[in-house]
């Protein structure tokens, strides 16, 4: 049994999930920008490669190479073999896809991360947290209108790499009770790096000096926000992250509109509130428990000094 992390703990990882959020919706704009020129493989270097920087400048002064020891190593080979999974799944069809079509489907994460963080985290998911990724997940449905997506091969690795992920996500929790976050990070970027090298040696094409800048923030982007989500899940379950990925959807209709010149649809509008309010929700109940966890302790001294 998994035991409940403090209240202020979990609002915290809920700031920093919502900030890698926005992070990586950045990042996969500029893979599918970047897509038409360069292969994923290349692109996966640069992000692998320059997120050790951002890595390195946190965690010099708090132990350096000590932190990327591991005590569970084969956690963290399967955790590094479903995040290398997730990112070449994405780094190959966001360039392949509309971005709208893609994060339909992408959607179904908190749907896996739910079931997985109890089956694998035994944490326990009550009815609000179903009830908010549900809503979450019917706001999604409307203003995505999935069922006008053809479904075809390219569907099918969306979801098989969302399931990567969502496994990616839920084995970072599990594996932040043993080892430091600098140990996750480091060993995944090292492998991806080592990996999209030789991937990308037979189709590398030299960058022109704009693009070098973009590739390398590609890298500057996914490291601080892979800190971020790290972080997030030490402080918090994932199952109560979960509903909260549904509010990148706010930034993929940004993005399509702006940079792709892809026209939401009126069911946005509709959809939108309800996907916002279920992460606000479950926002506003951990607000609730920690106001009620102050008043319970309070009382509990107030009782002992009356003894």
């Known amino acids: 049994m998994s035991t409940t992390p403090p209240v202020s703990s979990i609002v915290a990882g809920i700031y920093a999930r919502l900030g890698a959020l926005a992070l990586f919706a950045t990042l996969d704009a500029l893979v599918k920008w970047l897509g038409d020129s360069y292969d994923p493989f290349q692109m996966m270097l640069f992000r692998s490669t320059v997120a050790l920087v951002p890595l390195y400048f946190l965690y010099r002064s708090q132990g350096g190479l000590r932190l990327i020891r591991s005590a569970k ?17 994405f780094f190959y069809l966001l360039p392949r896809m509309p971005l709208v079509d893609l994060y339909a ?7 896996f991360m ?8 035994g944490e326990s998911v009550g009815w609000r947290r179903w009830s908010a990724v549900g809503v979450g997940f019917a706001g999604v449905l409307i203003m995505l209108e999935p069922w006008t997506i053809s479904i075809h091969w390219l569907s099918l690795a969306v ?8 496994l990616s996500t839920v084995l970072t929790r599990l594996i932040s009770r043993y080892d430091h976050d600098a140990a996750t990070i480091f060993w995944f970027c090292l492998f991806a790096s080592l990996v999209s090298l030789v991937g990308a040696i037979p189709s590398w ?32 379950p994932a199952s109560t992250l979960a509903p909260f990925d549904y509010s990148s959807i706010a930034l993929a209709v940004l993005f399509g509109y702006l940079w792709f ?11 939108l509130p ?11 109940r951990e607000r609730v428990r920690a106001h009620e966890a102050r008043r319970a302790s309070r009382a509990a001294v107030a009782a002992n000094v009356r003894d």
Do not use: M
């Not at 979801?159 to 969502?166: H, P």
């Open 105 to 111: 489907i992408s959607y179904a994460a908190p749907l």
């Open 114 to 121: 739910v079931g997985l963080a109890a089956a694998i985290l």
């Open 261 to 271: 010149k892809e026209e939401p649809s009126p069911a946005v509008w509709f959809g």
């Open 205 to 236: 094409k030299w960058p022109s000096l704009a693009d070098w800048l973009w590739l390398c923030s590609l890298g500057l982007i996914g490291g601080v926000g892979q800190i971020l989500v790290t972080r997030a899940l030490r402080l918090a």
């Open 73 to 89: 190593p084969v956690l963290q080979a399967l955790r590094i073999l479903s995040g290398f999974g997730s990112l070449f799944g």
């Open 159 to 166: 979801l098989l790499a969302t399931f990567s992920y969502s």
């Open 274 to 284: 309800l996907v916002i309010g279920s992460g606000l929700y479950i926002l506003y």
